[in-house]
């Protein structure tokens, strides 16, 4: 068929307009600076292989789940993961989703209730927006990784006598790589009876030797519920729920996107467990390997001088607010006709006047690679 809904192809003729229509592309084999493969392991064939000898030793001969968890999909490289996540990031309890997506919204569709607040960071990724939307409770926001404001919400709250008050973060920001002071949101939560609730997307398998921010910090006890992801350092796909067993039943009865949907294939969930295993072993190194980057950038920022124009970041994400989608576009086709993939984040993706690229760090990304990049970006942005 032909016809298109007219309301439909206004919206795009306005992303058109805005410069802002968003295409599919295929990776160009650019220098990487963009993707999530923060320790570079989605290239490994070593997972592949040992995926393969998992699903071997367990007899485990399935191309698909063929059911939802509830029903037939619930193979046991299931327990084997969620009982390896307990261990590994010090939790009660893990629950495995299909997607980091899908466990942000079944958490926060299905956990805070009627008469319950949900108070979120104004920058929190879309999954927990859209979860939060699902949601009956109250929500309101509250400036980006600034306490003093969450405080003055939570009064609030409290004082309009709601019931429970969940308070959501990120444990670094996924569009500003920044940090809360996780320590001083955990003692304010757990002196005002809040129920703290960390997305640990871009921390997993690299803080901590491996595990979380939350873990690195000795705050597993004082956190209600960690989100952690396996399609960035992990490199494979899948995410987890970290909470108390209690939290885990719940999620089992009522979080819809576990409920209804063909649970992961035996061999994705065997390769995230490949992927576990090689952290425990090598994932000092490869961290290490990281940081020293994350080290390098920053250095290299600095003796540019293009710091005032970067966010404030200490993690594997580094954003270089240009502001206007056309500026940043433009920029980002430089970089790639350079050889660099440098994404461009656009609004509405993030507030109009704060467009930004987007610098990923890896393990693997040489000295040269690092500063070659930044020198292009500068005479570029002069
Ligand atoms: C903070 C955050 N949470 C959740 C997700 C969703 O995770 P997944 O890609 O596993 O669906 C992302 C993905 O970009 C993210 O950045």
């Known amino acids: 068929m ?18 802002s229509l968003r295409v599919l592309s295929e990776p160009k084999g650019l220098i990487d600076f963009s993707s999530n493969d923060y320790l570079g392991f989605s290239k490994k064939t070593q997972f592949h292989d040992s995926a393969v000898e998992f699903l071997e030793e367990r007899k485990l001969h399935k191309n ?19 009982d390896f996540l307990v261990t590994h990031h010090n939790s009660q309890s893990a629950l495995v989703f299909n997607s980091g997506y899908d466990a ?8 805070p209730q009627r008469g319950d607040t949900i ?3 104004e920058l929190v990724h879309a999954s927990i927006r859209d979860g939060i939307k699902m949601s009956n409770a109250k929500s309101y926001k509250f400036k980006h990784n600034n306490i003093d404001n969450l405080n003055v919400h939570i009064e609030r709250s409290q004082n309009r006598n709601d ?33 703290l609730i960390v997305d640990e997307a871009h921390a997993t398998g690299i803080y901590g030797n491996g595990k979380d921010l939350v873990s690195q910090l000795g705050l597993e006890e004082s956190v209600f519920a960690r989100i952690i992801t396996f399609g960035k350092a992990l490199g494979n796909h899948g995410a987890a729920v970290l909470g108390n067993n209690d939290l885990k039943t719940y999620l089992v009865n009522f979080a819809r ?22 952290l425990e072993s090598y994932g000092k190194e490869e961290s290490s390997r990281l940081k020293e980057n994350i080290k390098y950038f920053k250095e290299k920022v600095q003796l540019l001088n293009m710091d005032a124009g ?38 509405p993706t993030v507030k109009i006047g704060q467009e930004r690229l987007r610098f990923c760090l890896h393990s693997y990304n040489t000295k040269e690679e690092i500063s070659r ?5 500068r005479n570029l942005i002069k």
């Open 163 to 195: 019931s429970e008050i969940y308070v959501v973060t990120e444990s670094v920001f996924s569009m500003d790589g920044d940090s809360h002071d996780l320590k001083a949101l955990t003692d304010l939560c757990t002196k005002k009876n809040c129920y």
């Open 373 to 377: 990049v930044l020198s292009i970006t």
């Open 2 to 19: 032909s016809r298109f809904p007219k309301k439909l192809a206004q919206k795009l003729e306005k992303r058109k307009v805005d410069d």
């Open 119 to 121: 108070l979120y960071d």
């Open 104 to 111: 942000n919204i079944g958490f926060f569709s299905s956990v």
């Open 310 to 347: 970067f966010i404030e970041s200490d993690s594997a994400i580094h954003c270089l607010v240009l502001t206007g989608n056309e500026k940043v576009k433009q920029v980002s086709k430089y970089l790639h006709a350079e050889g660099f993939d440098v994404k461009p984040i656009l609004s």
């Open 257 to 278: 996107s576990l409920i209804y949907t063909t649970a992961l294939a035996p061999h994705a969930v065997a390769s995230v467990l490949s992927a576990y295993r090689y």
């Open 64 to 82: 698909g789940a063929a059911g939802s968890r509830l029903l037939t999909g619930n193979h046991i490289l299931y327990r084997e993961l969620e």
